[in-house]
């Protein structure tokens, strides 16, 4: 029987290897597809509601880093073998892409910044 631990969110059946299985990679990549579409879905009802935008673009932030941290690279994808890619910009960098939406997402992290800090702070420069 294999022993298996988990660590992140993986599940890893050789304690010894944190190296992805070849079909991890690929299974990841196909959930990106899904949770875009969600959050594409989602985004513009949350553009009128500040608080809730930067909390799902945070969120989303989370979500990459731990992606990252499990060792996901594009490279290792099938599809991308081979080819010269730059380092996986992650789902936030894609919504926020969208320059409509990542001027609301600004403009909320401005004002959160301007009220709880006052004028004069660096919200005043960006």
Sequence with gaps: MQRRECQGLFCIRDAQSVRLTHE?????????????NLLRARIPRLLDHPALLAHTIYQTVVFDDAIREGGFEI????????????????????????????????????????????????????
């Design 75 to 126: 490279d290792t994808v099938s599809m991308y073998e081979g080819i010269e890619n730059p380092p996986w910009e992650g789902l936030a960098g894609i919504l926020l892409r969208d320059q409509g939406w990542f001027d609301q997402w600004l403009a909320g992290e401005k004002k959160c910044v301007a009220k709880h800090f006052g004028r004069g702070t660096i919200a005043d420069q960006l």
């Design 24 to 36: 991890q990679p690929e299974f990841i990549m196909l959930l990106f597809p899904i949770l875009l």
